[in-house]
């Protein structure tokens, strides 16, 4: 809930909006405030330059009235570009590159093997091949490079796996749904 205050703020200037859509961005506007505050923090202790920030939504607004997915089709639930993609800031005095728009594909689950990356960024190990290995066996890639640089880290993102089974509980099948950059495409 958002304080009344700050509701009252988006009354004269959002004047064709619901009420609940008020309520919203003044949500969003004290988060903001929030935030503000969380930075000046870390500026003061010292820990600023050496913090990633990110904010993230794992999929597009449940289409109910508030959000808004435009120009994108559909919403949370839904396979269209609406519900499938989201947005996502970043912001950190250890990125190489600034004030851009990434449009490479990423996935909610690349976070944590980033944040692994990047917590041991001094001490990592490299193979051969110079690539980072997780500690871990995750799914999620190591995307710092394509938030830092803006370069191309994924071919492909798994958009949705169904399992069907055999009255025995065998696996008959497993449908992939995954994206690329230029399709959506089923796979058996």
């Given at each position: 809930?958002?304080?009344?205050?700050?509701?009252r703020?988006?009354t004269?200037?959002?004047?064709?909006?619901s009420s609940?859509?008020?309520?919203y961005?003044a949500?969003i506007?004290?988060?903001?405030?929030?935030?503000?505050?969380?930075?000046t923090?870390l500026k003061e202790?010292?820990?600023?330059?050496?913090?990633?920030?990110?904010?993230?939504?794992?999929?597009g607004?449940?289409?109910?009235?508030?959000?808004?997915?435009?120009?994108l089709?559909?919403g949370?639930?839904?396979?269209?570009?609406g519900?499938?993609r989201?947005?996502?800031?970043v912001?950190?005095?250890?990125l190489?590159?600034?004030?851009?728009?990434?449009?490479?594909l990423?996935h909610?689950?690349?976070w944590?093997?980033t944040?692994?990356?990047?917590?041991?960024?001094?001490?990592?190990?490299q193979?051969?091949?110079?690539?980072y290995?997780?500690?871990?066996?995750?799914?999620?890639?190591?995307?710092?490079?394509?938030?830092?640089?803006?370069?191309?880290?994924?071919?492909?993102?798994?958009?949705?796996?169904?399992?069907?089974?055999?009255?025995?509980?065998d696996?008959?099948?497993?449908?992939?749904?995954?994206?690329?950059?230029?399709?959506?495409?089923?796979?058996?």
């Amino acid at each position: 809930m958002a304080p009344k205050n700050d509701v009252r703020k988006y009354t004269d200037h959002m004047i064709y909006s619901s009420s609940d859509r008020k309520k919203y961005a003044a949500m969003i506007s004290v988060m903001d405030r929030g935030i503000g505050k969380i930075v000046t923090e870390l500026k003061e202790m010292g820990f600023y330059n050496n913090t990633l920030i990110v904010f993230s939504s794992d999929n597009g607004g449940k289409l109910d009235g508030i959000p808004s997915n435009y120009p994108l089709r559909g919403g949370k639930g839904d396979f269209y570009e609406g519900g499938i993609r989201g947005v996502c800031f970043v912001h950190s005095p250890l990125l190489s590159k600034t004030g851009y728009v990434n449009r490479y594909l990423h996935h909610i689950t690349d976070w944590f093997p980033t944040f692994e990356y990047l917590s041991k960024n001094k001490i990592y190990s490299q193979q051969n091949t110079g690539q980072y290995k997780s500690d871990y066996n995750i799914d999620g890639k190591n995307i710092w490079k394509s938030i830092s640089y803006n370069m191309k880290v994924r071919d492909d993102v798994l958009i949705n796996m169904v399992v069907k089974h055999k009255a025995t509980h065998d696996v008959q099948y497993v449908e992939l749904i995954k994206t690329t950059s230029e399709k959506l495409e089923v796979c058996q």
